[in-house]
Structure formats: structure tokens, C-alpha cells
């Protein structure tokens, strides 16, 4: 009986049964698909901008399709976007509010609230590059150069970077922008591309950033006349602590040309190669040193300013060169004179403003620029030198040695600087 229901039953096993769904057919809206198909990151907007400014000019069309063009928007144009919209060709499209149509091409148009507005400066590194938009790898024309200052307008972040606006001309990865001034790293490269011999040492240091640049700076050669320089420091030094003041006098006698650091009397300069037993004013030998570099005016201030370069004044001296050094030798290297007319730079004295006004000042390093120098020249025998403060609106020391060159080569040399730091 068992067996017989079970085979009565059987056929209802085996029948299928249909089912009947109760879901229905989903519909997706064009830009539902764009949307489930297309990156947050591709170049088409996704949705309409309430603040939209275009990068340049670009065109408008009289439909969506883009075809038939009916004017131009520029970075100075307002208008107003009320739709997004895909045409009939998949692509991203934006009416406006007069009916015309642009594309949704994020490298063609931004939202003005994505942007924030700033205003500063920054320097341009080597190897930046401008677009139209920060979306567009396209170079946009430019005659900006690597290390000059832009002004910036602009901000804002793109897939992750952060790009910024120069005013009239384009955007710029900040990757490739300096904050700081980086102008020194510019003379570096020239520096060490045409100078970088035996025969030169060469020091530059910015006043204002403290940026230094230079080949064999601490090269020491024979330092000719330049090493008055220290001797200059060192008298408005005792100036400026009241020890001495400009109309002090000292006299001419023969043993003022006979000490460690002094130079021979029949070298530079205008005042009698044979002690005359006179007195002359503190005023009268620094200008004297400065303008005519004269060997016996700088041989009265050392014997009795320095004391005969004694080991105060060494030791002083050596602090702010950095190194040891010995006036007996006459050795010094293109930052060590560098150091000290900085040091005389910051004393800001009498003797800084005789160092603007010599017999010197058509020549050397004063040729190659255009704007006020305060230096001191060197020369002895095969020795050529010059140290200068060059009165840029960014001050900068420039101290050239040199060892069987020329006058003209200086020039050159401080042109080359000058060009970059001007």
C-alpha cells in the first residue's frame, strides 16, 4: 500500500514548477549609467557647478550636441550653468541659463569654490611647467624662467596635487615652487658650470636670506690689498666703542711701516713713501685705504689701531673669517674677505660709505653691474682680486679671487652674478 501511494505521488514531484517574480525592470537614467560607469576622476564634470569660471577662452555652441558654435566665454565672463546633461554622443554637457551649451570639461572650466583665493609670492624652481588647467598637461606658452618671483592668485587641489594660479598667465604644480628665494641656487649652477678652475675662488652670499653659492671659496690665495679690509673693520670698530673717533690723529713715523701686516711704502697710493713726521685724521687714512687702497695710510691705522696686528686683533679677526689667520702671511681665501665686508656691511659706518666712492669704480666687479658697489681690489702680480657689497633691493656680498686672469674676467664673472640676483 505504502509502495502504491508513493508512485501516485510521484508524478507531482516531478512536475516543474513556474514561478512567477514580483520584481520589476529597472530603469537607469543616462547620467544614472554615466555615473555607474564613469570615474570620479576622469576629465568631464559629473554634475552642474554653481560658481563656474572658465581657464581661457573657449567656445559656446548653439546646441548640445556642440557642433554649431555661437560665441566665446572668457575667464571675465559671467555666467550661469542650470543643467547637466549627456548629448547624444555620451558626452558631458552644461546648458546655460541662455540657453546655449559648453562641455563638462574639467580642463576647460572650474568651480570657483574649489579654488581658495590667496595672496603671495613664490620662486619658480627649474624644470616647472604652466597649464592652461591644472586638469590639462598641455604647456601653456609662457616667458617665465626657473628662479624668478610670481605673484599667486590662486589655489586649489586636483586629484590630489595642489596647483597655483599666476595671475594672466597659468597654473603651475607647487612642487615646482619655492617659498624661500632660490636665486642662489641658479648662481650655483652657473658658478660651477663656467668657473669651477684652480684659478678662481669665488664666494656670494645673499645678505637678506643668508643663501650662500660659490667654487673654491676657501681656496686661500695672496690677498694683495684686499687684506686692508680687516684692518678697516677693525678701526670702526674702535670707533664705534669710542675709543677712537674720525678726527682722531696719528702720526706718520718710521716705524708704522715695519709689523706684521704691514705693506712696503713705495706700493699704492698718494701719501709720502717717507715718514714726514705728521699727523693725519682717522677720516683722512680710511678714506685714503678705500679710494686710493694707499699702503701707508693703511700702515698708520695698523700700527696703531691693531696694535701692530696684535692678538686681539687676530683673534677677532679669525672669528669672523672663520679660520685661523695670520696677517704675516698675507693669505686669505674668497670667503674669508666675503666674511669680513660683510662684518663691515653690518657696522654700517664711516668706512662703509668710503668703500662706495674710490678710484676703482670702473672697473672689476662696479663694471659689471648697474647699481651702487662698496668694494675693495687686490692686485700682486699674478693676483687679481676684488670683494663687494652689491647694493641690490636684495643686498648680496660678492668676493672674486683670481690667479692669472684679468680685470674683465672679474666683470664678467659679476655680471653673471649680478643677472640672477639683480
Known amino acids: 500500500m505504502r509502495k502504491f501511494l508513493i508512485i501516485l505521488l510521484l508524478p507531482s514531484f516531478l512536475t516543474i514548477s513556474k514561478v512567477v517574480s514580483t520584481e520589476k525592470e529597472v530603469v537607469y537614467t543616462s547620467k544614472e549609467i554615466y555615473y555607474l560607469s564613469q570615474s570620479d576622476f576622469g576629465i568631464y564634470f559629473r554634475e552642474k557647478l554653481n560658481a563656474p569660471v572658465v581657464y581661457g577662452e573657449i567656445p559656446v555652441y548653439a546646441n548640445e550636441d556642440l ?5 566665446k566665454l572668457t575667464p571675465k565672463t559671467t555666467f550661469h550653468i542650470t543643467e547637466w546633461r549627456l548629448n547624444r554622443q555620451g558626452i558631458p554637457v552644461f546648458k546655460l541659463s541662455n540657453h546655449q551649451f559648453i562641455a563638462a570639461d574639467k580642463r576647460l572650466l572650474y568651480d570657483q569654490s574649489e579654488a581658495r583665493s590667496v595672496v603671495k609670492k613664490v620662486w619658480l624652481e627649474s624644470g616647472f611647467k604652466v597649464y592652461n588647467s591644472p586638469y590639462d598637461l598641455r604647456e601653456a606658452t609662457s616667458s617665465l624662467t626657473s628662479y624668478s618671483q610670481v605673484s599667486i592668485d590662486k589655489t586649489m587641489f586636483v586629484e590630489g596635487r595642489e596647483f597655483l594660479h599666476i595671475d594672466q598667465v597659468g597654473w603651475i604644480d607647487k612642487d615646482y615652487t619655492s617659498e624661500k628665494d632660490n636665486r642662489m641656487s641658479k648662481v650655483q649652477e652657473i658658478l660651477s ?15 637678506t636670506t643668508g643663501n650662500e653659492a660659490g667654487v673654491n671659496q676657501d681656496k686661500k690665495m ?3 690689498s684686499v687684506l686692508k679690509l680687516p684692518y678697516l673693520y677693525y678701526t670702526q670698530e674702535k670707533i664705534n666703542e669710542g675709543v677712537y673717533q674720525l678726527d682722531t690723529s696719528l702720526k706718520y713715523i718710521s716705524e708704522v711701516n715695519d709689523f706684521p701686516g704691514s705693506y712696503k711704502p713705495e706700493g699704492s697710493g698718494s701719501l709720502p713713501k717717507k715718514e714726514d713726521n705728521k699727523e693725519y685724521s682717522l ?3 680710511i678714506t685714503r685705504v678705500s679710494k686710493e687702497s694707499d699702503n701707508i695710510a693703511h700702515n698708520i691705522l695698523g700700527y696703531y689701531v691693531s696694535n701692530k696686528s696684535d692678538i686681539d686683533f687676530k683673534t677677532k679677526l679669525s672669528v669672523i673669517m672663520g679660520h685661523d689667520w695670520d696677517p704675516k702671511e698675507k693669505l686669505i681665501s674668497s670667503e674669508m674677505a666675503g666674511k669680513v665686508m660683510e662684518a663691515i656691511y653690518n657696522q654700517n659706518g664711516f668706512v662703509l660709505e668710503s668703500l662706495t666712492k674710490t678710484a676703482f669704480d670702473n672697473q672689476r666687479i662696479p663694471k659689471g653691474v648697474s647699481v651702487k658697489v662698496a668694494h675693495k681690489i687686490g692686485d700682486a702680480d699674478e693676483f687679481k682680486h676684488d670683494t663687494a657689497i652689491v647694493y641690490t633691493d636684495s643686498p648680496f656680498i660678492l ?5 692669472n686672469s684679468d680685470y674683465d674676467t672679474i666683470t664678467k664673472i659679476a655680471k653673471d652674478v649680478y643677472e640672477v640676483l639683480k
Open 222 to 224: 695672496y690677498a694683495a
Open 193 to 207: 658650470e663656467k668657473y669651477q678652475k684652480d684659478s678662481f675662488s669665488i664666494y656670494v652670499k645673499q645678505l
Open 67 to 71: 557642433v554649431i558654435e555661437s560665441g
Open 283 to 285: 677720516k683722512d687714512l
Open 399 to 403: 668676493s672674486i679671487f683670481t690667479e
